[in-house]
């Protein structure tokens, strides 16, 4: 049903958004003869029937015959996107299914799109997951949802050991995503990152006897949504997500929906293409070498050659270096006091001994001799 959502403060509203929603029947948790299930060594999925459509994907880890809560998605996609001028925020809630052996595909039709959504068991271990939306005309699309795994719903809540977002997060024990103990605000901000300050695109949470992640090969056109705890929803879980469309072209960093719509058309396809991870008694330093055995190595071509990156970073060290001090502050904006660091000294100089760059040289033996 459709609902308005009021942001207030001291009783005054600030903001206001329909948006849709579609409750799962009070007895989610209870297997039921009209739920579909797919099952593998390690991993169970049960796709949840409320009413004529499917509401919820529940995810489950297996040792021998006990099962595990560990994951739900719910619901099972999104489509935000302007019609005649006013944003419409629908959830789509598939009411066509096939099973196929290690294979579930879910379908929905409206006037406007296509929607199609697989799951398959590839290994005991993980499950390939694809999203496709195929729009019958013209559609200004604000955000169009992948899977958004709560992770630790209704079982461990936000307990977890540690939680690892490469390039971004690595969280322990009770450490909040996007704290202020490495970077300030608003720089901490990291709910909805741009996608080249991702190193590995894969997210993972640890939880007791379970590494539950996400995992995906295209580390530019999609979005990605991290939140341990949950924080962004108020919810009693860790959130992990991927949608459509990119950060920064159309939707800002941080920003759950496009600040310029993503204009389809009749023909046109969108995909989100993922893996959902699920391994028994693994930990957070299992993420990286998993991505790594399931797409093979990363792209490390570089945006520019060896000398150009010496270039740069000299110019790093020109921006933080205090000539009164005769030293360099630890990052910038901050208030960091400037130091001789004796690394920076070393690495300066080499800048020298292969590029003769004079201001590489006098940074060095300023600091140098302020040390002797």
């Not at 719910?74 to 809630?93: A, D």
């Not at 200004?140 to 949802?145: A, E, P, Q, S, T």
């Not at 028994?280 to 050659?305: A, E, H, I, M, Q």
């Not at 000539?323 to 000294?345: F, L, M, Q, S």
Request: hydrophobic fraction near 35%.
């Amino acid at each position: 049903y459709n609902t308005t959502v009021s942001i207030l403060s001291d009783n005054s509203i600030l903001a206001q958004r329909n948006i849709s929603l579609f409750i799962a029947r009070d007895d989610i948790m209870v297997s039921k003869s009209e739920d579909i299930t797919l099952e593998g060594e390690n991993i169970l999925v049960r796709f949840a029937r409320s009413g004529d459509s499917f509401s919820s994907v529940l995810f489950y880890g297996k040792t021998g015959d006990r099962l595990t809560f560990l994951s739900v998605i719910h619901p099972i996609s999104r489509l935000i996107y302007i019609n005649k001028g006013k944003e419409v925020n629908e959830v789509i809630s598939p009411n066509i299914n096939t099973l196929e052996n290690n294979k579930v595909v879910l379908k929905y039709s409206s006037n406007l799109y296509d929607f199609q959504v697989t799951f398959k068991l590839s290994s005991k271990e993980t499950i390939d997951v694809s999203y496709v939306l195929r729009p019958k005309e013209e559609i200004k699309i604000l955000r169009f949802d992948g899977p958004w795994l709560r992770i630790g719903e209704r079982s461990w809540g936000v307990t977890r050991k540690s939680a690892l977002f490469p390039g971004l997060e690595w969280l322990e024990g009770e450490e909040r995503s996007s704290n202020t103990l490495d970077v300030i605000e608003p720089y901490n901000l990291r709910l909805v990152p741009n996608p080249y300050k991702i190193t590995t695109p894969a997210i993972g949470i640890e939880l007791d006897k379970y590494l539950v992640g996400l995992l995906w090969k295209d580390n530019t056109q999609l979005s990605t949504i991290f939140c341990s705890p949950n924080w962004y929803e108020g919810q009693d879980n860790h959130l992990v997500g991927l949608f459509l469309p990119s950060v920064s072209e159309f939707v800002k960093e941080n920003e759950t929906t496009a600040f310029v719509p993503y204009k389809t058309y009749k023909g046109e396809t969108l995909n989100i293409n993922s893996k959902i991870l699920v391994i028994p008694n693994g930990t957070v330093l299992d993420l990286v070498p998993k991505w790594l055995n399931l797409y093979g190595s990363l792209d490390y071509s570089f945006p520019r050659n060896y000398k150009e990156e010496i270039i740069l970073c000299r110019e790093g060290y020109k921006n933080i270096w205090d000539p009164n001090v005769c030293g360099w502050k630890h990052a910038t904006p901050g208030n960091w006091n400037a130091e001789r660091y004796p690394k920076d000294i070393f690495l300066l100089l080499l800048d020298y001994a292969l590029t003769k760059d004079k201001d590489a040289l006098n940074m060095a033996n300023n600091a140098l001799a302020q040390l002797t």
